[in-house]
Nanobody, 117 residues
Framework: QVQLVESGGGLVQPGGSLRLSCVASRIFIRIYTMGWYRQAPGKQRELVATITRGYSENYADSVKGRFMISRDNAKNTVYLQMNSLKPEDTAVYYC???????????WGQGTQVTVSS
């Protein structure tokens, strides 16, 4: 069974930083577009950032210049470095693995990020 396991969430003050990690098992992430999405209470899940097999990155406008996605295929892990965090970044953050050539689309269980003073 494919698993994506997120970690690194927590409580941080505004202006602080966090680094999320997502470790995949039973798939090789090198063939997938990897992404981070988030869902705040009462809101729909939204894209935060994606990184393709060819390392092309895409970001939501709300996080551009503050967040950075990266991948380490050797470790089967994708990261999200989040800087200058704002209260509106508070959400559950989900890792996603999506294939461009098959219907494969996998989700992690999510990790909570809370930005509050």
């Amino acid at each position: 069974q494919v698993q994506l396991v997120e970690s690194g969430g927590g409580l941080v003050q505004p202006g602080g930083s966090l680094r999320l990690s997502c470790v995949a098992s039973r798939i090789f992430i090198r063939i997938y577009t990897m992404g981070w999405y988030r869902q705040a209470p009462g809101k729909q899940r939204e894209l935060v950032a994606t990184i393709t097999r060819g390392y092309s990155e895409n970001y939501a406008d709300s996080v551009k210049g503050r967040f950075m996605i990266s991948r380490d295929n050797a470790k089967n892990t994708v990261y999200l470095q989040m800087n200058s965090l704002k209260p509106e970044d508070t959400a559950v953050y989900y890792c996603n693995a999506r294939s461009s050539s098959t219907p494969d689309n996998y989700w992690g269980q999510g990790t909570q990020v809370t930005v509050s003073s």
